[in-house]
């Protein structure tokens, strides 16, 4: 379940949205040629990535900011890029760009917070905007549950765009991401799902006082759960590649 866009683009010019994915791809740019260098990248990551047993110490917190601009790889980089510009233009529009920017940093940060607290004593840098995104992701559950979201669907050989609500997506999103903490050991590296659902529940906390701001519930009423500016109509044209007709095979020899 891979999302591809909203039906609903940001009115206004998303700034802080294009200026957090320039910064991220910038930033990706200057460390990415130390991967040839293990050495040199451990060094890096001792430096700007969050080591959870360094915080549990008292040490490093720069590293709660900085490491939400690092990331793994050009999957890991482009994944979270694309989650940022589906989800947070809409925000963006509802916040205003300088709180906006502030909500999606101070999500960041609790995310790498809750890591810590999932694992106190590890030793293995983490790294990602995932974090942050997932907060964005909740602020955007809790103000527009109704909108539409295209996703690409795969079930091993099938694989079909469909049109599902946001609060389904974002919900089975936050399912897996608490499933996959219980099942596994965040001492032991991998995916950081505590920090997943960590950023999201503090992004969730953080919109509530703009939700209440804006009318709780009378919001939903008034918005149908759905983003103020109008829908983009999507449309799908068929393929215009030509099908060429099936050559019949003549019989060979033996007559097959």
């Given at each position: 379940m891979f999302p591809l866009r909203d039906h609903n683009p940001s009115a206004?010019?998303?700034?802080?949205?294009?200026?957090?994915?320039?910064?991220?791809?910038?930033?990706?740019?200057m460390y990415s040629g130390l991967s040839n260098d293990p050495r040199a990248l451990m060094q890096f990551y001792q430096s700007y990535a969050i080591i959870p047993a360094n915080l549990a110490r008292g040490e490093g917190a720069a590293t709660l900011l900085t490491s939400v601009f690092i990331h793994g790889g050009l999957m890991h980089l482009g994944g979270n890029m694309l989650f940022l510009w589906i989800f947070g233009d809409n925000l963006e529009d509802e916040m205003g760009h300088l709180p906006f920017l502030a909500f999606y940093?101070?999500?960041?940060?609790?995310?790498?917070?809750v890591h810590v607290?999932?694992?106190?004593?590890?030793?293995i840098p983490t790294v990602g905007a995932s974090g942050a995104i997932a907060g964005v992701m909740g602020g955007y559950l809790l103000l527009f549950p109704k909108a539409r979201v295209d996703i690409l669907l795969i079930l091993i050989i099938f694989f079909r765009v469909v049109t599902v609500p946001a609060a389904l997506m974002l919900g089975l999103w936050l399912a897996l991401q608490i499933f996959g903490g219980l099942g596994s050991d965040p001492d032991q590296g991998g995916v950081a799902y505590w920090a997943h659902a960590g950023g999201f529940a503090v992004g969730l906390v953080l919109m509530l006082p703009l939700w209440l701001r804006l009318g709780g519930p009378a919001f939903w009423s008034r918005t149908h759960g759905l983003p103020p500016n109008p829908p983009t109509q999507y449309t799908y044209s068929a393929s215009r590649i030509p099908r060429l007709p099936r050559k019949r095979r003549r019989p060979g020899p033996w007559g097959k």
């Open positions: 206004g010019t998303p700034y802080v949205v294009y200026g957090l994915i320039a910064a991220n791809v910038l930033a990706y740019l940093l101070a999500c960041g940060i609790g995310a790498g917070l607290l999932a694992a106190p004593g590890s030793q």
